[in-house]
């Protein structure tokens, strides 16, 4: 058991790493619009919340080259990972990792000038409170961003589309039972946290030909764990037909990558 997470947070932190260089432009976007959003006062002390493997948490310190970064996750592993990618870019001086469940309660982080949360708002047992605690952290005047997809990133060209949107109905169910609030919509919720909900952005993202030199790697890492969690569940000539194509996925030249983030700034 010990071994399989161990494999699993690894696995998972080489695919956010890659999400993170993937999609290197949709980031580099978003932290162009915190800068616009912030530009009558550039934030200083960032939170990272949720923060994976920092890809948030080094976006924002490449943008704002005076600012500081807590990185906070509940996953040692993905904190470790971190620090050797901070260690690598020069950026160990700037970012102070911080081990801690925000289902148990709120860390003492002291206040701050932003708060980012990717991808993690949707695991939590209360954002609602978290949120809350979030807003309180905050300086009067600071903001939160909060993304959200709307599933994983489809990878496959058309003519194999629908064995992709296969595949990735039966993970939606199971994953709809796992984390009720995948897919919610946080305006709403920000809202009710105290925060001025300021834009929420639709971010469109839709890769081709020529694709950044690691969508090859991105693609055969993430059909890998699809096809992981399909045993028993996708009927087998589709399973076989998946396996046949993710041998030598990676060195396909009509790959896509297209996947649909929101994102939500809200000020305190
Ligand atoms: C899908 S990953 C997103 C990582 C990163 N923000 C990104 O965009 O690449 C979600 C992260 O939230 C963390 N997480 C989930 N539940 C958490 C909790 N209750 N407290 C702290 N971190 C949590 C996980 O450990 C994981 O690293």
Do not use: K
């Not at 990272?48 to 490449?62: K, N, P, Q, R, Y």
């Amino acid at each position: 058991m010990a071994n399989h997470h161990h494999h699993d947070d690894h696995s998972l932190a080489e695919i956010l790493d890659l999400d993170g260089e993937v999609l290197h432009s949709y980031l580099s976007d978003v932290t162009a619009w915190v800068r616009d959003l912030t530009a009558d006062r550039p934030p200083h002390r960032l939170l990272d919340l949720g923060s994976g493997t920092g890809t948030g948490t080094f976006a924002l310190l490449e943008r704002f080259g005076d600012a500081e970064a807590i990185a906070l996750d509940q996953s040692e592993p993905m904190l470790r990972h971190l620090e050797g990618r901070a260690r690598e870019r020069g950026l160990a001086s700037r970012v102070r990792t911080l081990q801690a469940d925000l289902d148990t309660g709120w860390p003492p982080v002291g206040e701050v000038d932003l708060v980012w949360a990717s991808a993690s708002l949707h695991h939590l047992a209360e954002p609602g409170r978290v949120l809350a605690e979030a807003h309180a952290a905050l300086r009067p005047g600071g903001l939160l961003v909060a993304a959200e997809t709307a599933g994983f990133p489809r990878f496959l060209p058309q003519e194999h589309a629908g064995l992709e949107e296969r595949c990735h109905a039966i993970l939606d169910r199971r994953r709809a039972e796992a984390l009720p609030h995948f897919g919610d919509d946080w305006g709403p919720r920000l809202a009710s946290a105290g925060f001025t909900v300021e834009a929420e952005r639709v971010f469109d993202v839709r890769l081709t030909h020529p694709l950044p030199a690691s969508a090859g790697r991105y693609a055969e890492r993430s059909l890998r764990r699809m096809r992981h969690g399909l045993d028993g569940t996708l009927d087998a000539a589709s399973l076989a037909a998946l396996d046949a194509l993710l041998d030598g996925i990676g060195e396909r030249d009509d790959l896509e990558v297209r996947t649909t983030r929101t994102v939500w700034a809200a000020r305190r």
